[in-house]
């Protein structure tokens, strides 16, 4: 099937940055939009930025200004550059990836497994 391994997660400093990575492996066709996702306990999952296969990004207003994804299509990889990082960012961030994984199959949402960002001083 489809695979999506996070990395990047940690503890930082208020201010600081992180930068998150996400790869995508197994039976792929087409990848389509990815983005990240984060939680906090007893809230529901919330978009952080998203992206396209042709570079189009949106991000939440929270984030704006701080944080920018990317990608890398030919590695299949998504990032997430994170900068001024506030105790309010700290969360369990996920990464999601909406993946054909044939020529004939629709799209289907694949999640990483999550990675812990947190901020604190």
């Known amino acids: 099937q489809v695979q999506l391994v996070e990395s990047g997660g940690g503890l930082v400093q208020p201010g600081g940055s992180l930068r998150l990575s996400c790869g995508a492996s197994?039976?792929?066709?087409?990848?389509?939009?990815m983005g990240w996702y984060r939680q906090t306990p007893g809230k529901q999952r919330e978009l952080v930025a998203a992206?396209?296969?042709?570079?189009?990004?949106n991000y939440a207003d929270s984030v704006k200004g701080r944080f920018t994804i990317s990608r890398d299509n030919a590695k299949n990889t998504v990032y997430l550059q994170m900068n001024s990082l506030k105790p309010e960012d700290t969360a369990v961030y996920y990464c999601?990836?909406?993946?054909?994984?044939?020529?004939?199959?629709?799209?289907?949402?694949?999640w990483g497994q999550g990675t812990q960002v947190t901020v604190s001083s």
């Open positions: 999601n990836a909406n993946i054909e994984t044939t020529r004939y199959s629709i799209t289907q949402p694949f």
């Open positions: 992206i396209t296969s042709g570079g189009s990004s």
């Open positions: 197994g039976r792929i066709f087409r990848i389509n939009t």
